[in-house]
């Protein structure tokens, strides 16, 4: 009995000292943190929180106790770095509501940093003389002692990506290696073949490097992770849950592939790699080390709005504004989950992740150096703003907007993409990434958007095509090496049980008469978006790009610039089944030849193409299928193309302008691309509230 009654005393201690704090915090409509606070503190600009979870703990209180206040609370962030060690998860207890959202917002004048990152110090010159060193890098490479086991694919030097280690040191896949051919996944893996033997001497078979493996054209590549290496039979073994390897089409270029990540490779100034089970990292530096400031990434995502779609509770009405989000790492690809949804070979993570959201702004932020993607709005996502910030540099893409593949399930719609200034794409080697993407999505507004520098497309608006929803066939069917229909993530548990057994006996239920009704990519509107640079890895597809979408999707106004030319693209692409769409006072200005302005099928049906204009448009360079009257004209200036782009500054300029000040001219005259990321904060003497 008394130990009984020594519970309940401990228990009701413990109510009474949570309902102190709520009773504390009740009256606060603002918070603030900073990276010298201190989370026994309550949160005041006098004694503000250390974390972000302390501030988002301290709100659930005032939510149970009586709600939040009219006009909703304010968390702000002060100037400084924050280095995260675990990602911020946001979920539907966490929500506000229209007449009193929850605010994650700079202090004014000040930038806070969001870091996915640590420091890497105690740098030392490897003076051993292991075979596994290239000659050319001997007594110039240094190492330093990492976590062991803890893989990451990046590392920054003083701010800027340096270049992971690899058997081939440029980007020009069509001259990488061919010699290779492999054979039927299994469970431990895809077997590999290799005709050189000898670039496998010195490899390491730990799982710790990649093969970067592109076969076909149009961006069908993936970054397996290679173990079990028998450098007498010249095999490897290539593990992925996002690709397997498959042979290319006879008029598609031969597959070629590269190796990254190996002390072996390191044969370069700048070039570092990763020995995750000794827990060392080596660098070779192109001047002394000195002191740079080294930092690998740990985390995969910074921020995660998780909202519950089974039991239909959302994360909704809350906001982050001004804050600076930088350095995300990602999964290998044989650690992928089952449930990703994994689209087009891209990687579909993000360093702000949100699934299960309604009603959310993010404004005027900067998201530097993901990973994957830079912002994700994955399966259910209403009514979401995205307006005013900075994606750049950027393993996979800028902003991905995915649904469902094709089933019954239409809950992403109605998401507005705005001002915002998205570049650099693909820096993982994930180059089938647009600066955005929309899979499984409607009602979209995307507009005044300055889009700069893509590995692929500037926009693109994809479905599934019904040939694919014709081939069922059961998930994990290769013994669980890879999804089979991770390109096309039909729901096949949507349909009525005679459909698939219909689709089992092989009979082609969905036509192109009927296969739309299951596919979302409708009435997107894409206007008055600055493309520049676009597809600066892969050359097939289009800027602005469709491919079985569903109809009424609309392409108005956007100005596309690219310096060099695009003989095997369309610049706006209508690919297979684009039907219903419409195009129109696009301006062009390709230096080179193109494939035409706009591409179309023949069998895409009910378009409305007109007043688009190329000021680049030369009858040596380019020959036009089903060209409208519209299209063609004989000035050689670029009015129309100068006129356009003040129309659209004009507005962007009224609005705030883009979050990063990227420059049109800067680009076109081949101006560095500098990042700044200069902190603004302060040092105040901060204790502990007594």
């Known amino acids: 009995m008394k130990t009984k009654m020594k519970t309940l005393t401990k228990l009701s201690v413990i109510f009474l000292l949570s309902l102190t704090f709520a009773c504390n915090y009740s009256d606060q409509k603002e918070f603030y943190i900073s990276p010298y606070g201190n989370d026994n503190n309550k949160g005041t600009f006098e004694k503000p929180f250390l974390t972000l979870e302390k501030a988002r703990d301290a ?14 609370v304010t968390v702000f962030l002060r100037g400084g770095r924050y280095f995260l060690s675990q990602t911020f998860i946001l979920g539907p207890d966490d929500s506000g509501s229209e007449n009193a959202p929850v605010r994650y917002c700079a202090f004014p004048g000040e930038t806070p940093v969001l870091s996915g990152g640590f420091i890497i110090n105690g740098w030392n010159l490897l003076t051993e003389n292991l075979p596994e060193i290239d000659p050319v890098a001997k007594g110039k490479i240094w190492y330093a002692s990492v976590e062991k ?33 492999f054979g039927k996944p299994e469970k ?60 290319a089409r006879d008029w598609e ?11 072996y490779l390191i044969d370069e100034p700048g070039e570092w790699a990763l020995n995750s089970k000794l827990g060392q990292v080596y660098y070779y530096p192109s001047d002394s080390i000195g002191n740079a400031g080294i930092i690998a990434p740990v985390l995969c995502e910074i921020v995660r709005f998780q909202g519950d779609e089974e039991a239909e509770k959302w994360v909704h009405h809350i906001e982050f504004r001004g804050i600076t989000f930088i350095y995300t790492d990602r999964l290998p690809e044989n650690q992928w989950p089952h449930n990703w949804l994994k689209r087009q070979w891209e990687n579909p993570d993000a360093m702000i992740f949100m699934q299960g959201v309604h009603d959310c702004i993010l404004e005027g932020n900067r998201i530097l150096h993901s990973g994957t993607y830079g912002i994700a ?28 593949g094709p089933g019954t399930k239409d809950v992403n719609h109605h998401n507005i993409i705005r001002r915002n200034y998205i570049h650099d794409q693909g ?21 005044y958007n300055f889009l700069a520098r893509s590995a692929y497309c500037s926009i693109s608006i994809v479905g599934s095509h019904f040939k694919n929803m014709n081939n069922y066939q059961p998930e994990n069917s290769w013994n669980g090496q890879v999804d089979k229909w991770n390109a096309h993530n039909i729901l096949w548990e949507d349909f ?35 493309c520049v640079e676009p597809m600066q890895k892969l050359y097939e597809g289009g800027v602005l790009y469709a491919w079985c979408p569903g109809k009424n999707n609309e392409y108005r106004g956007n100005l596309i610039y690219g310096k060099k030319e695009m003989p095997g693209s369309s610049v706006i692409a209508m690919d297979d089944y684009s039907e219903y769409a419409l195009i129109e006072d696009n301006v062009v200005w390709i230096n080179g030849k193109i494939l035409d302005v706009v591409g179309q099928r023949d069998y895409t049906l009910g378009t409305t193409i007109r007043n688009n204009y190329n000021v680049c448009l030369k009858p040596e360079y380019t020959s036009i299928r089903k060209r409208p009257s519209e299209w063609w004209t004989d000035r050689k200036d670029i009015q ?35 990042l700044k990321t200069t902190v603004k904060q302060y040092k105040p003497t901060i204790g502990e509230d007594k």
């Open 59 to 72: 709100i659930r209180l005032i939510k149970q106790e009586k709600g939040l206040p009219e006009g909703g």
């Open 149 to 181: 086991n803890k893989l990451f694919h990046f590392l920054y030097i003083d701010g800027k990506m340096a270049t992971r280690s690899r058997s081939i040191n440029h980007d020009n896949w069509e001259e990488w290696s061919h010699d290779f051919t």
């Open 188 to 247: 431990k893996g895809q077997l590999i073949l290799l005709k050189n033997k000898n670039i496998l001497k010195h490899l390491p078979s730990n799982g710790d490097m990649e093969m970067t493996a592109i076969v076909k054209q149009y961006g069908v590549m993936g970054n397996g992770v290679i173990t079990d290496i028998d450098t007498t039979k010249g095999t490897v073994y290539w593990n992925s849950s996002q690709l397997n390897l498959t042979p």
């Open 253 to 263: 270029p031969k597959e070629a592939y590269r190796f990254e990540n190996a002390l």
């Open 377 to 404: 709005l994955d399966h259910y996502a209403q009514n979401m703003s995205i307006t005013g910030n900075e994606i750049g540099f950027t393993g996979s893409g800028g902003i991905q907007i995915y649904g469902y």
């Open 427 to 447: 820096l993982a080697n994930y180059w089938h990434s647009p600066n955005i993407q929309i899979f499984g999505s409607g009602y979209n507004t995307i507009s």
């Open 496 to 530: 009525p049980a005679e459909v698939i057994d219909s689709l089992k006996r092989g009979e082609k239920v969905f036509t192109k008469e009927n296969f739309r009704k299951y596919i979302y990519s409708h009435n997107n509107v894409v206007e008055y978006n600055i």
């Open 640 to 674: 129309p193309f100068t006129d356009l782009f003040r129309k659209i500054c004009f507005v962007v300029k009224e609005e705030g302008g883009w979050t990063g000040h990227p420059s049109l001219m800067d680009i076109i005259n081949e101006k560095p691309r500098i």
